[in-house]
């Protein structure tokens, strides 16, 4: 187990960060548009945390037509107990989703699948259950904030989670770390000033990085060792 599992089996990753309707209405506008919503009438939100976002979503479907007959809160920690206590017309299950032996018309992951660390694994699972999946994931975070330096030509250093190895390539448009770990990210800092990067250079890798990832172009060569960083001091 990793540490990012254990942050979520015991709880420690809750906090109320007060945006729960705003993100139930988001979603609410993207599942609307499904064509035959009469047919929708069971729902999962898996990974549902603390439940808000769950019960607010709930709510705004059944007050747009959805004739939902059961709705259950998945989370593999138990910090739902509140809100659960609450609403009685929701059901919460402490379980991981995946060992549940159940088919729903619909399932929800609201901020969370850019924390798991085999999401294709884990969405194909969810897809075999159900027959819509909707995800809420928000950019800014899965990306870590590197977006801005890359394409401001700057050697960019992050944490090899979620979607950051996908846009940070290690050794070419800057240096992934292991999260939680100080001593590589300093290492990685000083490295970068000493040597490794071309500030210059940086700015076309990252072109060439996404003309790769779009599948029109070779992947990048890695930097020379031997450039530096003097534009950087």
């Known amino acids: 187990m990793n540490t990012s599992d254990l942050r979520y089996r015991t709880g420690n990753y809750h906090f109320d960060s007060g945006d729960d309707l705003w993100k139930?209405?988001?979603?609410?506008?993207?599942?609307?548009?499904?064509?035959?919503?009469?047919?929708?009438?069971?729902?999962?939100?898996?990974?549902?945390?603390?439940?808000?976002?769950?019960?607010?979503?709930?709510?705004?479907?059944?007050?747009?037509?959805?004739?939902?007959?059961?709705?259950?809160?998945?989370?593999?920690?138990?910090?739902?107990?509140?809100?659960?206590?609450?609403?009685?017309?929701?059901?919460?299950?402490?379980?991981?989703?995946?060992?549940?032996?159940?088919?729903?018309?619909?399932?929800?992951?609201?901020?969370?699948?850019?924390?798991?660390?085999?999401?294709q694994t884990l969405l194909a699972g969810v897809a075999r259950r159900c027959r819509y999946v909707a995800l809420h994931v928000p950019i800014t975070e899965n990306c870590g904030g590197c977006l801005e330096p890359l394409l401001a030509g700057v050697p960019t250093i992050a944490g090899n989670v979620g979607g950051l190895p996908e846009l940070v390539i290690d050794g070419v448009t800057g240096k992934t770390v292991a999260v939680r770990q100080r001593d590589e990210l300093v290492h990685a800092i000083r490295q970068l000033v000493r040597t490794m990067f071309d500030v210059v250079r940086t700015s076309a890798e990252v072109h060439q990085v996404y003309e790769h990832i779009l599948g029109r172009g070779p992947r990048p060569t890695p930097f020379n060792p031997q450039h530096t960083a003097t534009a950087l001091l």
């Open 24 to 119: 139930a209405r988001e979603m609410r506008q993207v599942i609307e548009r499904i064509p035959d919503i009469h047919t929708i009438t069971s729902y999962a939100d898996i990974g549902c945390g603390t439940g808000g976002v769950f019960v607010s979503l709930y709510k705004e479907l059944v007050r747009k037509g959805f004739a939902l007959r059961r709705a259950i809160g998945y989370d593999i920690a138990s910090a739902w107990h509140e809100v659960g206590a609450k609403h009685p017309e929701v059901d919460f299950k402490t379980a991981d989703f995946l060992d549940d032996d159940i088919e729903l018309d619909l399932a929800t992951r609201n901020d969370v699948i850019e924390h798991v660390s085999s999401p």
